[in-house]
């Protein structure tokens, strides 16, 4: 599955050993070959106990979430819940500077029974993050005037809150979204930090491309136009925005458009930059297809819609 990322920034990247700084560049339009080799899981992000594990790198996680941190019933019958299975890490989709995406296989080992899946890890406190983070986080306080106060004051303890508040803020919108239609990877579960999504893409591990990455002809094109329409406007008539829409998040899979990277996702009515979020989504989007050459595509017309539809208008 590819996913979006911001990109000024040069962590190292871990390979064969050694400490590389400068060599990754995050605002590179193509995703990591799958295949590349990386580090087993560490001990701290794999379960404590592995006693018995027959392959892969740790067991299945689907019994650490609670009810609540599972997605929307009925669950889909690619999914793998057994608590037989096993998770398997089969390398980088995408890396960025607030989460990783990494490509696992969860499986039931002596069987045919497994799925792909893609796991996005928000990174810790380490790591330098969320610079945007201060707009779309008004009207996401918690009730712990600590937790505000450390989010606030952006310290260890802080970030750790605010990375763990916007992976179930992704979260939350997943599943919000999913029950409203709107297409969007399903959401399969979520553990502390790290989110398992339905990877989008095909059975052999190939990720779907991201809209910007492809060619469509005009039929396409015009049908591509009328999905993201049908999916912005279900959005906008239930008072929400995406936040951060943009042709890179958008994911076409054999003709079918999926909407990715929703931590930022807007309440159009309660946010006081509801309305320009809203705004700058739909000219982001529109613009590229206009650009393409599609008449339909007009940003002010599209503006219009949404806010009508959001009833900001």
Request: charged residues 30%; hydrophobic residues 35%.
């Amino acid at each position: 599955m590819r996913y979006s990322a911001d990109s000024d920034d040069d962590y190292g990247v871990t390979r064969r050993g050694k400490k590389q700084r400068g060599k990754f560049r995050y605002d590179e339009t193509t995703y990591e070959k799958r295949r590349r080799r990386q580090p087993r899981l560490a001990p701290e992000d794999a379960n404590s106990d592995t006693d018995g594990l027959p392959e892969g790198d740790r067991w299945s996680t689907w019994d650490q979430s609670t009810p609540t941190e599972r997605g929307p019933l009925p669950h889909p019958d690619w999914l793998v819940t057994e608590l037989a299975a096993v998770d398997t890490e089969l390398g980088v989709l995408k890396t960025g500077k607030e989460a990783d995406v990494h490509l696992l296989r969860r499986g039931v080992p002596e069987t045919d029974r497994s799925c792909l899946l893609a796991a996005k890890r928000y990174r810790d406190a380490s790591h330098r993050m969320f610079h945007r983070d201060a707009g779309y986080l008004e009207g996401r306080r918690t009730r712990e005037s600590r937790v505000n106060r450390a989010a606030a004051g952006r310290t260890s303890f802080g970030r750790k809150a605010i990375a763990g508040q916007w992976a179930h803020a992704e979260f939350g919108a997943l599943c919000q979204l999913h029950g409203l239609g709107v297409p969007v990877p399903y959401p399969a579960q979520i553990t502390g930090t790290e989110i398992l999504l339905e990877f989008i893409g095909d059975d052999d591990g190939t990720a779907a491309p991201r809209l910007a990455e492809t060619r469509p002809g005009t039929a396409e094109l015009a049908d591509l136009w009328d999905q993201l329409t049908e999916a912005l406007v279900t959005l906008a008539s239930g008072g929400l925005a995406h936040g951060d829409l943009s042709p890179y998040n958008l994911l076409v899979h054999h003709g079918r458009l999926v909407m990715i990277d929703l931590p930022q996702m807007i309440d159009v009515i309660s946010n006081p930059n509801g309305s320009q979020f809203l705004e700058r989504d739909a000219r982001n989007v529109a613009s590229w297809f206009a650009s393409r050459g599609h008449p339909g595509a007009d940003p002010e017309r599209l503006t219009a819609l949404l806010s009508e539809e959001a009833r900001l208008r």
